[in-house]
């Protein structure tokens, strides 16, 4: 399972940016998809998760500003990022939990990043 992140870039604060992760490979079923960030000199932290039923998680700091969604049929999750500060910059993540046949358990599989950069 290979992931591909998408969308990152510089931005102005208060402004918005789009992130998209496209799954491929082997896949039987995605069970949670999401994404975690890194800034400079901190750990990744989770930043927002979507499970297969639609029930999202947020982090304190960006509930209110960011939107997860996933579309199933193209095994990709997205990251809709508004209002965003120059705290959200960092390099950001997705993953997910899947399994490539019915018969083996589930894996955790990432993408290579994509850096957000918000400044003036």
């Known amino acids: 399972v290979q992931l591909q992140a998408s969308g990152g870039g510089l931005v102005q604060p208060g402004g918005s940016l789009r992130l998209s992760c496209a799954a491929s490979g082997t896949i039987f079923s995605i069970d949670i998809m999401g994404w975690y960030r890194q800034a400079p000199g901190k750990q990744r932290e989770l930043v927002a998760t979507i499970a297969s039923d639609g029930v999202t998680n947020f982090v304190d700091s960006v509930k209110g500003r960011f939107t997860i969604s996933r579309d199933n049929a193209k095994n990709s999750v997205y990251l809709q990022m508004s209002s965003l500060k120059p705290e959200d910059t960092a390099v950001y993540y997705c993953?997910?939990?899947?399994?490539?046949?019915?018969?083996?358990?589930?894996?955790?599989?990432w993408g290579q990043g994509t850096l957000v950069t918000v400044s003036s």
């Open positions: 993953t997910i939990r899947a399994r490539a046949y019915s018969y083996v358990i589930y894996s955790q599989y």
